[in-house]
């Protein structure tokens, strides 16, 4: 029996289908946003494993405050990383599919029940992710970052990356458990997992934009040090797998992003950036309905909060 067949023969009939894994590190500003999200899914057979990664702010006790059965909290007071932690996630999955969520995220409404349709309906797929827009603090939209839809587009040039947003995936937790994330490649953990799996599993792509990432500010010490840990991971992950070419072509690709990103967190110019798609109707306005409920959500919050408060 494959890992495969045994994850799925041990999967209990009252088990969710869906994992939704989210390690939180210092993200008490956005978390009840992230999470909301996730509770007002019009899907509901999901749970929550919502891991703490030694956070020093209000992270633990405002993921204590959901009165939400499905949400699980782990908290062990280490910083271990987000690929030590999205592995423990996966470990303690009881969906058939796991899927991502980060801190500072929102998805949409129709986030999960667009993606279970999907693998339901085409079990040959092992992993998904669909398009994102892009939002700043203040709520506005700046873009919107599409996905291509199958799998032969996906992973056309491996060596430049994978336009597939990680915030975004969900697949087979099985493919999973045979693809770990690297403690090595923390911050393009993503980046050297599917490079490692793409000639071996199939992806796919939902045009459809189901979550809004959250990018207020960009550093350029932390892409530059995202280009070298992605440098060296692809790298070695290449050389491993006699993809001579691939290294060449990367180390000629890497350094002039960073030149790019330099120009444009740098100096401001913003043609040496990669351009954003523009925002169609639908997205925007599901984004605004999903701004609205999450406010009167804090509203909620916060008067709950008084209330206890004066008492």
Known sequence: MDSREAGETLLKPDSPLVTVGLSVYNGGATL???????????????????????????????????????????????NKGLPARLNEAVARARGKYFCRMDQDDIAFPQRLARQVEFLEAQPEVDLIASSVVVFRDDGSLTGMIKVSKCHEDIVHRPWKGFYFPHPTWMGKKSWFMAHRYQDSADGAEDQLLLYNAFETSRFAGLRE????????????????????????????????????????????????RIVCDFLNIGLGIKSARNTL?????????????????????????????????RK
């Open 209 to 256: 934009v189901l979550l809004a990432y959250r990018e207020d500010s960009r550093s350029l010490r932390k892409m530059y040090r995202r280009r070298l840990v992605f440098w060296r991971a692809i790298c070695k992950g290449a050389l491993g797998r006699r993809r001579v070419l691939d290294v060449i072509l990367i180390s000629i690709f890497q350094p002039l």
């Open 32 to 78: 009840a946003d992230a999470v909301n999200s996730i509770r007002a899914q019009t899907y509901e057979n999901w749970e929550l494993i919502l891991i703490d990664d030694g956070s020093r702010d209000e992270s633990v006790r405002i993921a204590k405050s959901f009165r939400d059965s499905r949400i699980v909290i782990l908290s062990d007071g280490e």
């Open 277 to 309: 798609a523009r925002v169609d109707a639908q997205a925007t306005l599901t984004w605004l309905d999903m701004r609205n409920k999450l406010d009167v959500n804090h509203t909620s919050a916060s008067a709950k909060s008084s209330t206890l408060e």
